[in-house]
């Protein structure tokens, strides 16, 4: 079988680690800190042509200036080596790929109805998830970066507008952080329209004031899920990784474990009409998904095609959301 990217990133991510070595973490040995008020440092913001404005030809684009609402969009990982547990920001192979991979399947999907948000970040390499020494050092250190650029957005762009928070993977593990420091309290949650936190693990008991979605039209609240074939079992020493308490269903937006037909996955065309035929049920809080998606038949862990499993259904909730969220008397969008 030809070697092609989304085989390599998941058997990058999951458990096989980084054969490279790196030296103990260090804050000042990381590349510089990105400065957010430069346009450079974001690879999405609105009125502008960037990775995030994609879409299929088939799907007409919405000019930014008719969105209400805000979409605030973290990506996973693709930093696999280098001399630093931080990712550089003037590396441009690397911010190539995170544009044409991870941003062109999820940032994508909630770009017909809000403004995205998307700040490049010195993320965390994929080794900071299985080293228990560096690793959470180099998380944290990933998550400054995500704080700033949240806390610029939030000076300089959000203007009072409704927002949804959005993440995958490493993505999510800092956005579950944002949810935490920013959103948990009554007044923040009345502004957040959902948070779209997937691929990594949630558990309630994280947060005092934000819920799980349990309708699809719910608002004010969180969703969560990581994918696996169908009767797929993930080993416990896992799972704290990817299968917390929290899962919905992301085709019919519920938390029962009625088995749906979705609308169809993309692999790496987002252009393709015939969209390959997925399905998914709810089973002890993972997604056991049903794909006919070529090369990830017989693949247990389908994490990287979290959202591209779902990619129609998603952007269907995230309008069916927003509508909800602006039709409420006391959510008048500014």
């Not at 804050?27 to 502008?48: I, K, M, T, V």
């Not at 200036?65 to 690397?94: C, E, H, M």
């Not at 948000?117 to 970066?145: C, E, I, M, N, V």
């Amino acid at each position: 079988m030809k070697s092609f990217y989304p085989l390599l990133l998941l058997s990058a991510l999951f458990w096989a680690g980084c054969s490279h070595t790196l030296p103990a973490f260090k804050a000042e040995n990381q590349p510089a800190a990105p400065d957010y008020s430069n346009e450079d440092n974001w690879l999405g913001l609105p009125f502008r042509d960037d990775a995030v404005d994609v879409v299929p030809k088939y799907i007409e684009t919405v000019n930014d200036s008719l969105k209400q609402v805000d979409v605030f969009y973290i990506y996973p990982t693709l930093y696999r080596k280098g001399d630093t547990w931080n990712a550089d920001l003037s590396d441009t192979k690397l911010n190539r790929k995170i544009d044409n991979l991870p941003v062109k399947f999820q940032a994508t999907v909630f770009n017909e109805m809000g403004r995205v948000y998307a700040p490049r970040y010195r993320q965390a390499t994929y080794k900071s998830f299985t080293d228990s020494t560096d690793g959470p050092k180099a998380l944290a250190f990933a998550y400054q970066d995500v704080k700033a650029a949240f806390e610029y957005y939030m000076e300089h762009y959000n203007q009072g507008r409704p927002i949804i928070i959005a993440g995958h993977s490493q993505g999510t593990y800092h956005t579950r952080l944002l949810l935490k420091e920013y959103f948990d309290t009554p007044e923040m949650k009345q502004q957040l329209v959902c948070a779209y936190i997937v691929g990594y693990a949630i558990y309630p008991e994280q947060y005092e004031v934000l819920t799980p979605c349990k309708e699809a039209n719910e608002t004010n609240c969180y969703v969560t899920w990581s994918s696996f074939d169908e009767n797929f079992y993930y080993p416990d020493t896992a799972k704290d990784l990817l299968v917390g308490k929290v899962i919905v269903n992301p085709i019919t937006w519920n938390i029962d474990t009625t088995e749906a037909q979705g609308k169809g996955a993309f692999l790496l065309k987002l252009n393709r009409k015939n969209l390959f035929k997925t399905s998914a049920r709810i089973h002890h809080n993972m997604l056991w998904v049903d794909t006919k998606t070529p090369l990830f038949r017989r693949t247990n862990i389908l994490h990287i095609l979290d959202y591209n499993l779902f990619w129609h259904d998603i952007r269907q909730n995230v309008k069916l959301r927003v509508n909800t969220y602006l039709s409420k008397p006391e959510n008048n969008a500014k």
